[in-house]
């Protein structure tokens, strides 16, 4: 279980990312968060994952706790080893090695065996990985990369998978395919599933609850079909009807619900 409370995150010392957010993620639970570019979701991502520093960004105020352990000011590998791992945006991946080599990466605290069985699961679910497991990730398809980097993941045996805009420059086609992969995954390993998403048609097809976040704030939170049903959120996130510049001001200064 996730929980963040009150997070402030500021880069840099000045530029605030995160202005007081507050989410969790329960046991098995899925969970999007959604919101615009800008809004401050990788941020989160980041401040999760103990990736912050990376970032020249830091928690100002706040906490995370992973499972009832604060989790806050730990760096990424004692935050993985508490069951929490990130596939961050941007498919970040070894492109000059094999996926046979970078998941012996991802899956390098495991001992021999289980890698060998993680390795033989990971190309089971993925039999289009397997045909190509020895050729240069860098030249997968997107869609493929995303599913490498979802292996990579599962030998890292989270309980909680955080995973951010894994759709981004994907055919509707793929983005559907990595969805059900993603709904898949947490179902059938009991995984806490918090899906970081500017897609949000997608991201609602598989979650149980969602937050939207715009400019570092929560103004949305409740169960997906609630979001589904909400005028705005559908309006502005998923398009449903076109919103015209003017319409999108309207909607700012009637939208400060929260
Ligand atoms: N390393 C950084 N240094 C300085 N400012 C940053 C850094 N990373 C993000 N920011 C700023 O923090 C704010 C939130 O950015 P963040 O990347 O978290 O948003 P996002 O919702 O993930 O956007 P996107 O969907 O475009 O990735 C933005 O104003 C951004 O410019």
Same mark, same amino acid.
């Given at each position: 279980?996730?929980?963040?409370?009150?997070?402030?995150?500021?880069?840099?010392?000045?530029?605030?990312?995160?202005?007081?957010?507050?989410?969790?993620?329960?046991?098995?639970?899925?969970?999007?968060?959604?919101?615009?570019?800008?809004? @401050?979701?990788?941020?989160?991502?980041?401040?999760?994952?103990?990736?912050?520093?990376?970032?020249?960004? *830091?928690?100002?105020?706040?906490?995370?706790?992973?499972? @009832?352990?604060?989790?806050?000011?730990?760096?990424?590998?004692?935050?993985?080893?508490?069951?929490?791992?990130?596939?961050?945006?941007?498919?970040?991946?070894?492109?000059?090695?094999?996926?046979?080599?970078?998941?012996?990466?991802?899956?390098?605290?495991?001992?021999?065996?289980?890698?060998?069985? @993680?390795?033989?699961?990971?190309?089971?679910?993925?039999? *289009?990985?397997?045909? !190509?497991?020895?050729?240069?990730?860098?030249?997968?398809?997107?869609?493929?990369?995303?599913?490498?980097?979802?292996?990579?993941?599962?030998?890292?045996?989270?309980?909680?998978?955080?995973?951010?805009?894994?759709?981004?420059?994907?055919?509707?086609?793929?983005?559907?395919?990595?969805?059900?992969?993603?709904?898949?995954?947490?179902?059938?390993? @009991?995984?806490?599933?918090?899906?970081?998403?500017?897609?949000?048609?997608?991201?609602?097809?598989?979650?149980? !609850?969602?937050?939207?976040?715009?400019?570092?704030?929560?103004?949305?939170?409740?169960?997906?079909?609630?979001?589904?049903?909400?005028?705005?959120?559908?309006?502005?996130?998923?398009?449903?009807?076109?919103?015209?510049?003017?319409?999108?001001?309207?909607?700012?200064?009637?939208? *400060?619900?929260?």
């Amino acid at each position: 279980m996730l929980v963040v409370e009150n997070l402030k995150v500021v880069y840099r010392g000045v530029i605030l990312a995160l202005d007081g957010v507050s989410l969790e993620v329960r046991a098995k639970e899925a969970v999007a968060l959604l919101g615009p570019n800008g809004a @401050g979701k990788s941020s989160l991502v980041r401040a999760v994952a103990g990736l912050l520093p990376k970032f020249e960004g *830091r928690v100002l105020d706040g906490h995370v706790r992973l499972h @009832g352990t604060e989790s806050t000011q730990l760096d990424p590998v004692r935050v993985s080893a508490l069951g929490l791992t990130a596939v961050l945006e941007g498919r970040p991946l070894f492109r000059y090695l094999t996926p046979v080599e970078n998941l012996v990466a991802a899956g390098h605290r495991l001992p021999p065996r289980e890698l060998k069985a @993680g390795m033989e699961e990971v190309f089971a679910r993925f039999p *289009r990985l397997y045909e !190509r497991r020895h050729e240069q990730a860098g030249y997968l398809s997107g869609g493929e990369q995303q599913m490498l980097l979802l292996g990579m993941a599962l030998l890292t045996q989270p309980k909680v998978l955080v995973v951010d805009e894994p759709s981004l420059g994907l055919a509707p086609r793929l983005v559907e395919e990595v969805m059900r992969t993603l709904d898949t995954l947490r179902r059938e390993k @009991g995984l806490s599933l918090l899906l970081v998403e500017q897609n949000a048609r997608a991201a609602l097809s598989i979650v149980d !609850r969602v937050y939207v976040l715009e400019r570092g704030r929560v103004v949305f939170e409740g169960d997906a079909r609630a979001a589904q049903e909400d005028q705005d959120v559908m309006e502005f996130y998923l398009g449903k009807e076109e919103v015209g510049f003017r319409q999108a001001r309207r909607y700012r200064r009637r939208k *400060r619900w929260v």
